[in-house]
């Protein structure tokens, strides 16, 4: 018997489990095994070991599905690396990589590689089809005229090429074989001079391991920039891996890269993809059948035979960061994963994480930069900050707000009111005795929605009947309080009734094809007013779009994240960049309460360097990110003084064994502490050195898996993104 280490998605140190097999099977391969009473999916990791136990008690390998492709060995390195970095179980990290398809033990069918067609000297020696029939000559043409057609661009040629190609087949006039490149359309656009430059300066660097920090603000065309460099790889028969950070991204991309790469084999990749889609789609990938991978944060870590080109758009969005099981961050993986294949990354983006800003200031990254709107006619919006503090809001609106919306209505404009909060309002309350109304399972308030008739929490999705009278006083008064998407709309129609006033947010946009249809209706000049959320702050592109109002935009500064800022500034500049990327003029209004901070500065001037180059500065002086490290070390118990003594005692008992250089600061409550009827307390390691830091989590991991109190339960989050 040959014994086998392999891969099963359970919670060890390593996740690797000794089975036996009467023959040596290749790494990589995906087998069925017992555990416990179950059949599992495995992944063979290492073959042909010593078991350092009695090998008598060596299960065998149920089934070994050796008719698939193993898993390549670069994928395996890149899982390997991921479990290292990221403290995760070697075995639930490969499971989570994988599509639902490939986690079941059962056979997979293999994607058949797509035939490509061409006539054969038989052919060439035939009459071609008459003139007259123009359809049928033009695809006997192109049948002559190539190495290799498929059938969708035949069918483009001539509607019936299928049964036509089946008659010339059948009288062996046409060969049909597996190899063929692509036929790229040539783009209709024509790259300006910042373009250009940043197009040639990835394309010198093609074969070799080179990461780029694309900075272009808003409406610069930096996706012209990547399909220019996209189409150099393709052409080369060579893969593409594209990320994006939201999937309500994915509609308006795809519907660019099917104009500008229409024979490419492309495979979308996103957890609204069908599973039986999703796993073929991932198999093709690995099969060298798709050229093409575009998807979110999980397909960086889809198999891919020859990539020759990493793309991760809007780089800085927090999408990127998984924030439960294994807490990785796709953007991080993506750059590994280009040093590991040797082939360029362009990390892009119009407000960079502060992260990747400073290794390109650095020269760990080359920088790229597109200063100016890729439209001539276009110019940066201009940007009214509002001092809201003594004003009388209507439902969040100043006056001058609902002056400009009214004026750009009766002007044939389309506008967007931008808030970043669902519902029709966060809170509902009793004016007589002080009540509001909390989610019993999370130290949230419950928000009102009024179209259900229902309090839901948006952290646990606890759902109840909106109450008549006061639990407390019993006063049937009972007040909304404060402002959601559902409030801002009804707003919006009632002031002006003859608009078309549409909102978007996860709620009205929770069905599959939801995104199409209203970028049908903005392309139809069907929609006058847009009110929406974080949805649509980034990554769209609608001419007719040429005011903004922003209406709470000082949230987020009242939280203790020190990241709070950074955000902040990149919402209210994508969201800014919006306005005006046609020939209107775009201009932008954000309401706030403290008009004299900083990012308001920054915003109004449109300045990423002024912010940044500030921000930096602070950062530099309290050694937090990108100029130290941190990972954030968490549990939740029935009641927080639980969690809190569980890190605590943890902490004191390794303080003598950590390096010099990493600090550990006291358990603290999380800034929801209550969360699904679970209390959180949170501990953060900080270190200038990222050895030593990851030596500290490794010695915290051991601790921790010696615990044995089963009512707490913990993680860690190494490059935490939020407190």
């Known amino acids: 018997m040959i014994y086998h280490r392999i891969a099963l998605n359970v919670p060890l140190s390593d996740g690797l489990l000794t089975y036996s097999h009467p023959e040596t099977l290749p790494l990589g391969t995906r087998v069925a095994v017992p555990f416990r009473g179950r059949v599992m999916v495995g992944i063979v990791w290492e073959a042909g070991i010593a078991p350092d136990f009695d090998p008598a008690k060596i299960l065998p390998v149920q089934t070994a599905f050796t008719a698939e492709m193993p898993l390549p060995e670069d994928w395996r390195g890149l899982i390997a690396f991921a479990s290292r970095y990221y403290h995760y179980p070697l075995g639930q990290t490969a499971s989570l990589a994988l599509p639902q398809g490939l986690k079941e033990p059962k056979d997979v069918e293999m994607p058949q590689p797509p035939l490509f067609y061409a006539l054969n000297e038989a052919g060439r020696a035939q009459e071609p089809p008459k003139a007259r029939f123009h359809k049928k000559a033009a695809l006997w043409q192109a049948l002559a005229d190539s190495d290799g057609l498929a059938m969708a661009q035949l069918k483009r040629i001539n509607a019936q090429a299928a049964k036509l190609v089946d008659e010339w087949l059948a009288q062996g006039w046409i060969d049909a074989h597996t190899a063929g490149k692509p036929v790229l359309m040539p783009s209709e656009k024509t790259l300006n001079p910042d373009q250009l430059a940043a197009a040639q300066a990835v394309q010198t660097a093609f074969g070799r391991f080179a990461p780029f920090l694309l900075y272009g603000i808003t409406g610069s065309g930096k996706t012209e920039v990547y399909f220019d460099v996209m189409e150099k790889v393709l052409a080369a028969g060579r893969q593409v891996l594209f990320l994006l950070p939201e999937i309500n991204l994915t509609p308006q991309l795809l519907a660019r890269v099917q104009a500008r790469f229409a024979d490419v084999p492309t495979a979308v990749l996103h957890s609204q993809t069908a599973a039986g889609r999703r796993t073929q789609d991932y198999l093709r990938a690995m099969a060298n059948q798709a050229k093409l991978v575009i998807g979110t944060r999980l397909a960086v870590f889809t198999p891919l035979a020859d ?160 109450p008549f009278k006061c639990p407390d006083c019993g006063n049937q008064d009972l007040t909304a309080v404060g402002q959601g998407t559902q409030r801002v709309e009804e707003t919006l129609r009632a002031f002006l009734p003859q608009a078309s006033v549409v909102r978007v947010d996860r709620d009205s946009t929770a069905h599959k094809n939801d995104w199409d249809e209203l970028y049908r209706r903005i392309g139809e000049g069907g929609i006058d007013i847009l009110v929406g959320t974080q949805m649509l702050a980034k990554g769209h592109d609608f001419a007719r779009l040429n005011l903004v109002i922003v209406l709470n935009a000082d949230g987020s500064l009242y939280s203790a994240d020190f990241r709070a800022p950074e955000r902040l500034f990149a919402e209210l500049m994508q969201v800014s960049g919006r306005a005006g990327r046609a020939d209107t003029p775009g201009r932008v209004l954000i309401q706030t309460q403290i008009p004299d901070h900083a990012v308001f500065a920054a915003v109004k001037a449109q300045d990423y360097r002024l912010f940044a180059d500030a921000e930096l500065a602070e950062r530099q002086q309290f050694s937090m990110p990108p100029f130290g490290f941190q990972t954030a070390i968490r549990a939740d118990a029935p009641d927080i003084a639980a969690a809190m003594n569980f890190l605590n005692q943890i902490r004191d008992r390794l303080a003598p064994t950590l390096p010099e250089s990493v600090t550990q600061f006291g358990a603290a409550p999380m800034l929801m502490v209550r969360l699904a009827e679970r209390e959180r307390a949170q501990l953060f390691l900080e270190s200038a050195s990222r050895k030593d830091l990851h030596h500290a989590v490794s010695l915290w991991i051991q601790a921790l898996q010696q615990e044995r109190d089963h009512k707490i339960r913990w993680s860690a989050d190494v490059d935490p993104q939020e407190m």
């Open 307 to 466: 990539v020759g080109l990493i793309v991760v758009d809007e780089e800085h969005d927090s999408s990127f960061k998984q924030d439960n099981e294994l807490r990785y961050h796709a953007r991080d993986l993506a750059v590994w994963r280009a040093k590991q294949s040797g082939c360029p990354i362009m990390l892009g983006s119009a407000t960079p994480s502060l992260e990747s800003w400073h290794k390109a200031q650095s020269g760990a990254y080359q920088l790229l930069e597109l200063a100016r709107r890729a439209n001539p006619a276009a110019r940066p919006p201009q940007v009214e900050i509002l001092n809201v503090g003594r004003l009388k809001l209507d439902n969040g609106f100043s006056p001058q707000a609902l002056n400009l919306l009214k004026q750009n209505f009766a002007a044939g404009g389309m506008s967007l009111v931008y808030l970043n909060r669902r519902g029709y309002s966060p809170a509902l309350f009793c004016g007589d005795c002080g009540h509001t109304f909390g989610c019993p399972n999370c130290s949230a308030k419950m928000v009102l929605h009024q179209r259900a008739r229902q309090l839901r929490c948006h952290h646990c999705d606890h759902r109840t009947a909106i």
